[in-house]
């Protein structure tokens, strides 16, 4: 096998913070995180032999938190430090880690929303805030 491809990925529940329960941030680290860990330790053996590739889909979502995403955040942050460990601890430089920063993308069929834009516009000024 010569790459694996981590790509699957929701948002799960918008609120703020103090809104959510553990079974939203459970739902997403799920799909977001703990399924990309599981199918990457799965095939990593096939990966090795092969000398092949990991590929490893994260978001800005992973360096920049905002409001009302933090099930999401989380999970994202997640995958961040997975795939930096576990680089560090193969030495697989065939490790590839794309951050999607704020590209439109959907999410379960839905497309982007006037929410998101306006989050979306929340993290550029984040973002330029830290720079």
């Given at each position: 096998m010569w790459a694996v491809l981590n790509n699957a990925g929701i948002i799960g529940r918008r609120a703020p913070a103090e809104w959510l329960v553990?079974?939203?941030?459970?739902?997403?680290l799920?799909?977001?995180?703990l399924g990309l860990i599981d199918v990457t330790m799965a095939f990593l053996p096939l990966i090795k032999k092969a000398r092949g590739r990991i590929v490893n889909m994260s978001s800005i979502g992973g360096?920049?938190?905002?409001?009302?995403?933090?099930?999401y955040h989380v999970s994202k942050y997640g995958v961040e430090a997975f795939s930096d460990s576990i680089r560090q601890a193969l030495?697989?430089?065939q490790l590839v880690r794309f951050s999607t920063e704020l590209y439109k993308t959907f999410c379960r069929g839905?497309?982007?929303s006037?929410?998101?834009?306006?989050?979306?516009?929340?993290y550029i000024q984040k973002r330029q805030s830290i720079h």
């Open positions: 553990k079974a939203d941030y459970e739902e997403v799920a799909v977001n995180c360096r920049v938190s905002g409001p009302g995403l933090a099930p030495f697989l430089h839905n497309p982007v006037p929410v998101d834009e306006t989050i979306n516009l929340l």
